[in-house]
């Protein structure tokens, strides 16, 4: 049986609610978190803590605990439900209110945390690649509802994944404003040029923590890698493409918008960032049980 810590207890999961009054539930009012545990360890918990409590900062969002607190209450949902191999969803929602919008009537914040077992999300599209598709639906402009924040609000997303599934596509490919490019429906997009491997500033997209750990080993293992600006024309003309993401890990693509990438195959680039990656999630991270 599935366990689920909701405000200090662990409870079966048919039994976790929250009110119909919690704004969370009414207004998408919250922040949460997506978090892998890989072989009885957690990969960069501490780094996606601070973000949890980082998009609670931005919508002054009190978290009703620590971060020391917040790590320990997720590494004891997993010992609760012996789980090693683990995708882990903590969230924090604004709490029981009225049917206003105020965000002064909800006392108290609750804090959820889910996990569960969790294998390859894209099944074996990792070996042949993701057909990736570009959708009408625009990421939300950092002056709306700022990407960085990772809030409870994820219509946009979703609508671009609706679009994506519609079209035919396993991944959208979300343009900003400017017709630049963003991210995918749940991941940040890499591009691979004459060499070089190209990303998009995190103005416009999520500041992955995935994405920066491929950077850390792209750079160690001597790829040249540059933020800028992209569009469709980098995607269509790239030598290899692939997404990152907590849920997604490193997923090449090869085909864009009807577009073969490359070779049509995952690059070799993209292979060798997908198995350091493999490797940097089995040897590292915060150990589950002691």
């Known amino acids: 049986?599935?366990?689920?810590?909701?405000?200090?207890?662990?409870?079966?999961?048919?039994?976790?609610?929250?009110?119909?009054?919690?704004?969370?539930?009414?207004?998408?009012?919250?922040?949460?978190?997506g978090i892998r545990a890989y072989g009885g360890r957690v990969f960069r918990l501490e780094d996606h803590v601070q973000r949890l409590f980082d998009s609670a900062k931005a919508i002054l969002l009190c978290v009703?605990?620590?971060?020391?607190?917040?790590?320990?209450?997720?590494?004891?949902?997993?010992?609760?439900?012996?789980?090693?191999?683990?995708?882990?969803?903590?969230?924090?929602?604004?709490?029981?209110?009225?049917?206003?919008?105020?965000?002064?009537?909800?006392?108290?914040?609750?804090?959820?945390?889910?996990?569960?077992?969790?294998?390859?999300?894209?099944?074996?599209?990792?070996?042949?690649?993701l057909t990736a598709i570009s959708v009408a639906v625009r990421r939300n402009a950092p002056d709306t509802v700022p990407p960085n924040i990772k809030s409870l609000n994820y219509l946009n997303n979703i609508l671009a994944k609706i679009e994506a599934n519609v079209k035919g596509g396993n991944e959208a490919i979300i343009l900003?404003?400017?017709?630049?490019?963003?991210?995918?429906?749940?991941?940040?997009?890499?591009?691979?040029?004459?060499?070089?491997?190209?990303?998009?500033?995190?103005?416009?997209?999520l500041k992955g923590i995935t994405r920066e750990a491929v950077m850390e080993l792209a750079k160690a293992g001597g790829n040249e890698i540059l933020e800028r600006d992209l569009g469709l024309f980098d995607l269509y003309t790239a030598d290899e493409v692939f997404v990152t993401g907590t849920a997604a890990e490193v997923a090449p693509v090869t085909k864009v918008d009807g577009r073969v990438v490359g070779d049509g195959k995952p690059g070799k680039v993209t292979k060798d960032l997908m198995a350091a990656f493999k490797e940097l999630t089995m040897t590292t991270g915060t150990t589950i049980f002691k």
């Open 1 to 33: 049986m599935n366990l689920i810590y909701l405000n200090g207890k662990f409870v079966p999961a048919e039994q976790a609610a929250v009110s119909v009054f919690d704004h969370g539930f009414l207004y998408g009012d919250g922040v949460f978190e």
């Open 64 to 129: 009703p605990m620590s971060q020391e607190e917040m790590c320990e209450a997720i590494l004891e949902t997993l010992r609760k439900n012996n789980l090693r191999d683990a995708y882990i969803r903590p969230i924090v929602t604004r709490g029981f209110g009225d049917l206003g919008l105020d965000p002064n009537k909800c006392s108290l914040a609750s804090v959820i945390i889910i996990a569960v077992e969790w294998g390859a999300m894209y099944g074996d599209l990792y070996e042949v690649g």
């Open 176 to 205: 900003d404003s400017r017709g630049l490019l963003s991210e995918g429906s749940g991941d940040n997009i890499f591009v691979i040029k004459g060499g070089k491997i190209y990303t998009p500033f995190t103005v416009n997209n």
